[in-house]
């Protein structure tokens, strides 16, 4: 099992910046591709961005340019740098990591979300 911790959002007008920070504890050794997920009210839940251990990197259309995305292989972290935030960035933000278990099935964990504001 992963658990995972978020921190870092909260409320900002548009053109400020957040971070976002997800830390994962337990049975972390088999982690590999760790990313960040939005929810807005009434939306799907959609990717934001993801890395994986040898730091290839996707980001989404709308967040290409703003948001940077980073890990710590040390501390099993995993970031979201936010700038040049807009109205429509704001939603529930999800930590999202993926392990592969000793039978060689991959496993989802998610965090348990943390806000994230932009006034207009």
């Known amino acids: 099992q992963v658990q995972l911790v978020e921190s870092g959002g909260g409320l900002v007008q548009a053109g400020g910046s957040l971070r976002l920070s997800c830390a994962a504890s337990?049975?972390?050794?088999?982690?590999?591709?760790m990313g960040w997920y939005r929810q807005a009210p009434g939306e799907q839940r959609e990717l934001v961005a993801l890395?994986?251990?040898?730091?290839?990197?996707n980001y989404a259309d709308s967040v290409k340019g703003r948001f940077t995305i980073s890990r710590s292989n040390a501390k099993n972290t995993v970031f979201l740098q936010m700038n040049s935030l807009k109205p429509e960035d704001t939603a529930v933000y999800y930590c999202?990591?993926?392990?592969?278990?000793?039978?060689?099935?991959?496993?989802?964990?998610w965090g348990q979300g943390t806000q994230v504001t932009v006034s207009s």
């Open positions: 890395i994986t251990t040898t730091e290839s990197i």
């Open positions: 999202n990591v993926e392990s592969v278990n000793r039978l060689g099935f991959t496993l989802k964990y």
């Open positions: 337990g049975n972390t050794v088999n982690i590999e591709t």
